[in-house]
T-cell receptor, first 113, second 108 residues
Framework: DGGITQSPKYLFRKEGQNVTLSCEQN?????MYWYRQDPGQGLRLIYY???????QKGDIAEGYSVSREKKESFPLTVTSAQKNPTAFYLC????????????FGDGTRLSIL | KNEVEQSPQNLTAQEGEFITINCSYS?????LHWLQQHPGGGIVSLFM???GKKKHGRLIATINIQEKHSSLHITASHPRDSAVYIC??????????FGTGTSLTVIP
């Protein structure tokens, strides 16, 4: 079955550590997105990529980094510069074009130890 | 600023009731999406609208482009409809902005 796989489902980080969240899709989608979800707030865009080897910052990119070396993969690194990383992180992908819906992964919940 | 407002924030209904969730946005958009998020966190796309009305089973979504408003209706609600419903607006630059969601609980 085609879909988006995020791993791990739960992740714990110590202060000062970088951690990488995985996102893999087999839907052959060009565009991929990373969102952060906090209680009481809508999803906020961290980074997005419309094509391999290209990505753009979203509204809250500070303290995060991404790469897009393969069409299927869009890993997100939460760096130690991100002062409040505890959140639920969602990855999405879609075909480019008007009205194409996003397909979401099941999310990764990151907590600070 | 791209604002997306949903109401109500929380909604409790008895099984069988007709439910309406509203979404308003502040600027012109390319399309509007209704999403469903279950307690585990996964999100499913329910509808994409650029005009008019769409129906899928007991779910109906409408949009009024001039008024910048959309509604999601659930007829004959059921406990399995309990979830968070999220409105998202899409812009031509392939970006999306999301409402804060409406948490729906349907009581048997």
């Amino acid at each position: 079955d085609g879909g988006i796989t995020q791993s791990p489902k739960y992740l714990f980080r110590k202060e000062g550590q970088n951690v990488t969240l995985s996102c893999e899709q087999n839907l052959n989608h060009d565009a991929m997105y990373w969102y952060r979800q906090d209680p009481g707030q809508g999803l906020r865009l961290i980074y997005y990529s419309q094509i391999v080897n290209d990505f753009q910052k979203g509204d809250i990119a500070e303290g995060y980094s991404v790469s897009r070396e393969k069409k299927e993969s869009f890993p997100l690194t939460v760096t130690s510069a991100q002062k409040n990383p505890t959140a639920f992180y969602l990855c999405a992908s879609r075909n480019r074009g008007l009205g194409q819906p996003q397909h979401f992964g099941d999310g990764t919940r990151l907590s600070i130890l | 600023k791209n604002e997306v407002e949903q109401s109500p924030q929380n909604l409790t209904a008895q099984e069988g009731e007709f439910i309406t969730i509203n979404c308003s946005y502040s600027v012109g958009i390319s399309a509007l999406h209704w999403l469903q998020q279950h307690p585990g966190g996964g999100i499913v796309s329910l509808f994409m609208l650029s005009s008019g009305k769409k129906k899928h089973g007991r779910l109906i979504a409408t949009i009024n482009i001039q008024e910048k408003h959309s509604s999601l209706h659930i007829t004959a609600s059921h406990p399995r409809d309990s979830a968070v419903y999220i409105c998202a607006v899409q812009f031509p630059i392939d970006q999306f902005y999301f409402g804060t969601g409406t948490s729906l609980t349907v009581i048997p």
